[in-house]
């Protein structure tokens, strides 16, 4: 039977928890999405589901929240106020027992903090540029380093906008393209080291409940163009036809609409 976007993980559910949804208010009140900053991973999906109008459950099983930004969008998009922010000591006003996470390199500046309370952690991640194998990158803008990730420019070069996070009330960040995001999870399915099976499944079918609630609006055009610009970085393309190929994560539909899509000739 197809899996649809509105069935998707119906029984276990998603949603924001009150504990991560304090530490997000927080911090957006702070002026974070105001210095470039895009809310990707599980936390992204669930507000694109909110953008969307699509339901994917009721919990989130995740103590992670992922924050990106491009290396150079302090200069690209200068903050309102030109003011600064220590997300650390803004995370700690939520919750005092937050600290910051060791890198394995001790001389590299700290890209996660995390509570002693909760668990919740947050990670900041930057684009990886070439062949870069330096360390994390420090912003200080924000008081904090970020880790630089291979595709992650490929998610952040594409459109973003407002969406919502809603917990108690709702409150505004910023997200990535819903085709972006979910064609970015294809390609980083395959680029998983440890806990391949179980991370990678869970990308390819965060991907598919997005694809799918894009053609149930009527969106094909925006995955096509999500594909066609995957065409640029190298590999991409080849980890999606990867993802393409598992048994599990995809709907029959979206693999035959994926399949039709990268099958075609490159656009002049």
């Known amino acids: 039977m197809q899996q649809t976007a509105r069935a998707f993980l119906a029984s276990g559910g998603m949603s924001n928890e009150p504990a991560h949804f304090r530490v997000m208010d927080k911090l957006a009140s702070a002026g974070l999405f105001r210095k470039g900053l895009v809310l990707v991973g599980s936390h992204a999906f669930v507000a694109l589901g909110n953008a969307l109008g699509v339901s994917w459950g009721s919990h989130i099983r995740t103590t992670d929240m992922d924050l990106a930004r491009s290396q150079t969008i302090a200069l690209a998009v200068p903050d309102d106020t030109g003011e600064t922010l220590q997300a650390l000591e803004e995370a700690k006003k939520v919750d005092a027992s937050f600290f910051l996470v060791p890198e394995l390199n001790p001389r590299e500046p700290s890209s996660t903090i995390m509570s002693r309370r909760s668990k ?50 709702a409150i505004p960040i910023t997200l990535p393209d819903p085709a972006r995001f979910a064609i970015h999870k294809l390609i980083i399915a395959q680029e998983r080291v440890r806990d391949r099976d179980v991370k990678a499944i869970k990308d390819i079918e965060q991907a598919n409940a997005v694809l799918q609630a894009l053609v149930e609006l009527g969106r094909d055009a925006d995955i096509e163009e999500a594909l066609e610009c995957s065409r640029t970085w190298s590999g991409a393309m080849k980890n999606i036809k990867t993802s393409l190929g598992m048994r599990r994560g995809l709907s029959e539909d979206i693999q035959q609409r994926l399949k039709q899509f990268t099958g075609r000739t490159k656009r002049p």
Do not use: E, Q, W
Not at 124 to 136: C, E, I, N, Q
């Open 120 to 169: 919740v952690k947050l990670d900041f991640l930057t684009v990886k540029k070439g062949r870069d194998t330096t360390g994390t990158k420090y912003f200080s803008d924000i008081g904090i380093a970020a880790t630089p990730l291979k595709y992650m420019d490929y998610l952040l070069a594409g459109p973003t906008f407002k969406g919502l996070i809603v917990g108690n009330y």
